[in-house]
């Protein structure tokens, strides 16, 4: 069957669209209801509401702050300042604010953290017990002399205990940053080394599959590979509390916190661009970039997607399958700042098979449930049909990213997860801490498509010559400033760097690196990375192109497509993962070539299509097509470390169904 997608002239099908009690009670009516003489958009619909966005961007965001209730000892007079530069532009430039601050909402007796570590670990944290730990955090780090501007790195897993000590830094000043425990050693002196922390919290294991993992020897020798790091505080997660004796200076998470009852947080009240957070770009092709987010940037972006775009509203109940390793782990933290309860999972989203999050979902009656798009395909090859065997009458929203949603998948979600749900399949990146694409709750869902343009993104898709283009394939960019643009590079003082990154392709405005298009409804398509677009022949293909038509095949169960120099030019090979049992033939290679011929066009079909045992990916579960490209070609992967199965590497070596 032809993917309409292909077909860009012509609108995709219309899979769900939300009811007028659901528009009407919906937050995004509400702000757009919203009535104040500083601000009068007219809009009545979400297009002329995100035209408002972008062309009165001072407006937007100060509306915002309203709507939402975001404090700060003072926003200041002014809200946007050298609004006509990227990089250069900045909001609200004599506010002070505390991050923290704003997402610690509520107090009381009710769930504001609920925790699954597998089977293996149960917690709930209510909103008083959660001010109090964040309060004995910040008062152990300002008893440790920790003051604004230092850097507190976590080595956690996501659980409640890890958004204590994010929290508790911000309250302080100390700019957070995180990786997951599956990393090694060197894979965490590579971030925390450059960023130099004064304090590691590190969690003494973790579980995962069923299995326990003792991560107490990389913490012996991170204490003497991170020698900047003062004190380690270890929370006992895999087991009893372990013995920290031998270590030079660790301590137990309980007797870090311990204390008599701290009384109010103390805020520190910031700039705006205070640092917040230290993210990690994924280290496979060199050292991980640094990324510095600002509180006030991170707040406003994140709160305008949880509260305008995801429709969370006090007493929510949000869940997201991520790492501390991932962005979207900073993301869904935000969710504390609309009033919502966090429902936090550690290990196996497939152990002790693929109920588990489900069963959670169900259980804890969830609201949000947000995954990637590798875990909804896996779910519908395994042939999970949640609709009849999970009750789901909480859930509203389900969003997905991570990588392209195939239009089957979109098929999959309204047939067999839930029907009448808002499917947000949403894109964006760790540079902005959010997204450029996302969800518009009160419009049509489409087959394949990402509905919309985010709210105060001035998104586009442009030709070569940086001129704008409507169903046709080219760059995403963003041609204003917003709020959650990184403040700069670690070690990057004349932004060099950050300039280099996002702004040397079309002068003043922000290239992302994403192969996109605007469809003709308005929608758009994410192709893949500009960086792993395939040029056959001087054709341009997205790789995403290629996996949506490979994911129709129950038979194969992971794919990665790179473009192999042959004889002057570039041919496109696909190395696939065949599905438990399935034996990979000429007849399968012949379906799976005639789907993407039929489906996408001639230049798309693999000059060569190759079994494999698996394909690498990063820690946050992406595909690594440079790292699969470069030893491909005899290049050496650097930092392969940072892989989450860095010897799948060796399956693509020396090939000889490549040497001809």
């Known amino acids: 069957m032809n993917d309409p997608l292909q077909n860009s002239d012509t609108k995709a099908t219309v899979l769900w669209t939300p009811t007028a009690e659901r528009v009407a009670s919906s937050n995004l009516t509400a702000f757009m209801a919203q009535s104040d003489a500083r601000w009068q958009h007219g809009a009545r619909t979400y297009d002329e509401l995100h035209a408002w966005s972008v ?69 709930r944290l209510s909103w008083s017990a959660f001010n109090d730990a964040v309060a004995r955090f910040a008062r152990a780090l300002r008893a440790h002399g920790i003051r604004p501007g230092d850097r507190v790195a976590g080595f956690v897993a996501n659980m409640p205990e890890a958004v204590v000590a994010l929290l508790g830094s911000a309250a302080v000043g100390a700019t957070w940053c995180s990786c997951s425990p599956d990393f090694g050693p060197e894979g965490v002196v590579d971030r925390f080394g450059q960023i130099e922390p004064r304090i590691l919290v590190a969690v003494d294991g973790y579980h995962y599959g069923g299995k326990t993992h003792d991560c107490i020897p990389k913490l012996s020798r991170l204490e003497t590979m991170l020698p900047t790091v003062e004190t380690i505080v270890v929370i006992p997660y895999a087991g009893p509390a372990p013995d920290v004796s031998g270590f030079k200076a660790a301590t137990l998470w309980d007797d870090f916190l311990s204390g008599p009852v701290p009384g109010p947080i103390r805020f520190e009240q910031l700039p705006f661009n205070h640092p917040l957070v230290i993210m990690f770009s994924s280290g496979t092709t060199g050292v991980p970039k640094c ?117 089957e998948a979109f098929d999959y979600v309204y047939r067999d997860i839930k029907a009448d749900c808002h499917l947000a399949s949403i894109s964006g990146g760790t540079d902005i801490l959010g997204c450029f694409v996302i969800g518009n709750p009160i419009g049509p869902v489409r087959r394949g498509e990402i509905q919309a343009a985010a709210l105060g993104m001035a998104v586009e898709v442009v030709d070569d010559a940086g001129r704008p283009v409507r169903c046709e394939k080219g760059e995403l960019v963003c041609k204003a400033p917003f709020p959650s643009m990184p403040i700069g590079f670690w070690n990057d003082p004349e932004g060099r760097k950050y300039r280099a990154a996002y702004f040397e392709a079309y002068p003043n405005v922000w290239h992302h690196g994403d192969y996109a298009e605007v469809t003709a409804s308005g929608g758009f398509v994410i192709h893949g990375r500009s960086d792993t677009t395939l040029n056959p022949g ?123």
């Open 538 to 660: 001087g054709v341009r293909i997205g790789t995403a192109e290629i996996y949506r038509q490979v994911e129709k095949f129950r038979e194969i169960l992971d794919a990665v497509v790179v473009g192999q120099d042959w004889q002057g030019d570039v041919r496109v090979v696909l190395f696939v993962v065949p599905a438990p049992g399935v034996t990979f033939d000429e007849d399968l290679a012949a379906r799976i070539a005639r789907e993407i011929r039929t489906s996408c066009t001639p230049r798309h079909v693999p000059a060569r299509i190759i079994p494999v045992k698996d394909v690498p990916r990063t820690k946050s579960g992406k595909i690594t097509e440079a790292a699969v490209r470069d030893v491909v070609h005899g290049r050496p992967v650097k930092n392969a470390h940072a892989l989450a199965n860095p010897e799948a590497l060796d399956l693509f070596k020396n090939l000889p169904d490549l040497a001809s």
């Open 55 to 123: 062309t009165k961007p001072e407006e937007f965001w100060q509306s915002l702050v309203a709507f939402a209730g975001l404090k700060a000892a003072s926003w200041g007079e002014r809200v946007l300042a050298d609004g006509d530069k990227m990089p250069g532009a900045c909001f609200f430039p004599d506010a002070r604010l505390n991050f923290a601050e704003n997402l610690l909402t509520r107090s009381g007796d009710t769930d504001a953290i609920v925790f699954r570590g597998e089977d293996k670990v149960a917690k």
């Open 291 to 407: 990324i510095v987010h600002g509180a006030g940037g991170t707040l406003l972006k994140q709160v305008s997607e949880h509260s305008l775009h995801c429709d969370v509203k006090s007493g929510d109940r949000i869940f997201y399958f991520t790492t501390c390793s991932w962005m979207m782990w900073n993301w869904l933290v935000a969710g504390l700042a609309c009033g919502a309860t966090l429902l936090l999972y550690d290990g196996s989203p497939f152990h002790p098979d693929g109920n588990v999050l489900l069963d959670y979902a169900a259980a804890e009656r969830a609201t949000l449930f947000g995954t990637s798009a590798k875990y909804i395909d896996a779910l519908s090859k395994k042939g999970y049909a949640p609709a009849r065997t999970h009750d789901l009458a909480s859930l509203r929203t389900i969003t997905s990213t991570g990588s392209p949603l195939a239009a």
